[in-house]
């Protein structure tokens, strides 16, 4: 069997979404995939949905002439990636997942080597292999969605993962008498800077005065950057609160691991530059200078870098391909 007909299955599932593809060793994907998540509470209707879903990219495999390697899963849920198993922090109605083994379970199911991970890692490692933060080996990489989430990456390796989980970026406080957050501190930076963040700052607005804008009270923070694009003020202004509050939360991460490159992406990161410059301006004035230049990039691999991080993952845990970039 030659490489070049080589692939995994990349499923990269969400709170509101399941993205797939088949991925192959450089990282190229095919075969693009997308259903709504229903994360609901039980976990056999998960591993239904899931198992329907990755079940039509295998037929996408056998199509396109593809030899399935294995299966690569990045969860917005927690997960103990060595055990292969959900954990459950913070999220009481997903205690039925604690511990279930869903590595295991899709494999009986598949009979392919199965790989779960954290999305926010799995999206740094998709951006470290083959997205924006080439050619560096010290990463931080960061998922503005639902939440934040995040990945570090130091010398070329993912942070030795303790209990099963880290680099939980967005529950670092930037507000002592901030709001409160579901995680049990305050002033949590997603309260923020993510797209949920979005999405209340706008409501919020509309509540206290009359804004000239094209917004309605129920937009999608996807919605509030592309009416961002269109000069709208409100939106404009959102994003460059948001977008200085992200500054302020990389200036914390930057200090703390001397990355080289730091990458953002989620649906937030649609709006660009707009979000982006406010943080590069604090960013840059406020960061200890330890490094001259890091510079901060848009994703490279959008909303796929998740499928094809853990795609990568997949692989590299088979001993297929060296587990480092060259
Ligand atoms: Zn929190």
Known sequence: MGSQSAAVIGVDFGQTAIKGALVKQNGAITAERHTASNLHAEP??????????????????????????????????????????????????????EGFP??????????????????????????????????????????????????????????????????????????????????????CWEL???????????????????????????????????????????????LQEAGELLGLGLVNLANIFNPEVIVVGGGVAAAGDLILNPARSVFSKQRMPIRKQIPIRLSGLGQYSGVVGAGALCFEQMGD???RRN
Not at 68 to 78: A, E, N, R, Y
Not at 139 to 168: F, K, R
């Open 192 to 238: 923020y800077v993510s797209g949920t963040a979005l999405e209340n700052r706008l409501k919020k607005a509309l509540d206290e005065t009359r804004h000239p804008t094209c917004l309605k009270p129920d937009s999608s923070a996807k919605e509030i950057a592309l009416k961002a694009q269109n000069q709208d003020a409100l939106a404009l202004q959102i």
């Open 102 to 187: 869903i590595a295991q379970t899709l494999k009986e199911i598949f009979g392919l080597p199965v790989l779960i991970q954290n999305d926010g890692i799995a999206a740094a490692w998709g951006e470290y292999r083959f997205g924006a933060a080439q050619p560096y080996q010290n990463v931080i990489s960061i998922t503005l969605g639902t939440g934040i989430g995040g990945g570090v990456i130091l010398d070329g390796s993912l942070l030795p993962e303790t209990l099963g989980s880290a680099s939980y970026f967005g529950h670092m406080s930037i507000d002592r008498q901030g709001d409160w957050c579901a995680c049990g501190n305050r002033g």
């Open 44 to 97: 056999g209707r998960l591993v239904e949905t899931l198992s329907d879903f990755i079940r039509r990219l295998i037929e996408e495999a056998s199509r396109n002439h593809l030899s399935l390697q294995g299966i690569g899963i990045s969860s917005t849920m927690d997960v103990d990636s060595a055990a292969g198993c959900f954990r459950v922090i913070n999220r009481e109605y997903l205690a039925n997942f």
């Open 321 to 323: 391909s060296p587990n």
